[in-house]
């Protein structure tokens, strides 16, 4: 598995940006994807966005069409983004970094980000 650790969250106001980083170490080369997740007070964690080995990027239906969210990876660094610029209240949650081979998953801590209106 890989080991994960988040960081870029924070408080910010309304229409503000942060970027969230990803920095993975451990069996690199098993990973097939790289995605963030976030989870509201009271909600079920969500996907985000998430970015293939090869460099294909999906996002969830509920942040698609936003063109203030994308998702990014530099392979030479370990490393995947979600920049985030026009942020909304209801994007505050806590944000979780995820890598999946075809043998296991691996969560990092999660970051918080707080959108104030």
């Known amino acids: 598995q890989v080991q994960l650790v988040e960081s870029g969250g924070g408080l910010v106001q309304a229409g503000g940006s942060l970027r969230l980083s990803c920095a993975a170490s451990g069996s690199i080369d098993s990973i097939a994807g790289m995605g963030w997740y976030r989870q509201a007070p009271g909600k079920q964690r969500e996907l985000v966005a998430f970015?293939?080995?090869?460099?294909?990027?999906?996002?969830a239906d509920s942040v698609k069409g936003r063109s203030t969210i994308t998702i990014s990876r530099d392979s030479a660094k370990n490393t995947v983004y979600l920049q985030m610029n026009g942020l909304k209240p209801e994007d505050t949650a806590v944000y979780y970094c995820?890598?999946?081979?075809?043998?296991?998953?691996?969560w990092g801590q999660g970051t918080q980000v707080t959108v104030a209106s």
């Open positions: 970015i293939s080995s090869g460099g294909t990027s999906n996002y």
């Open positions: 995820n890598a999946a081979s075809v043998r296991w998953i691996s």
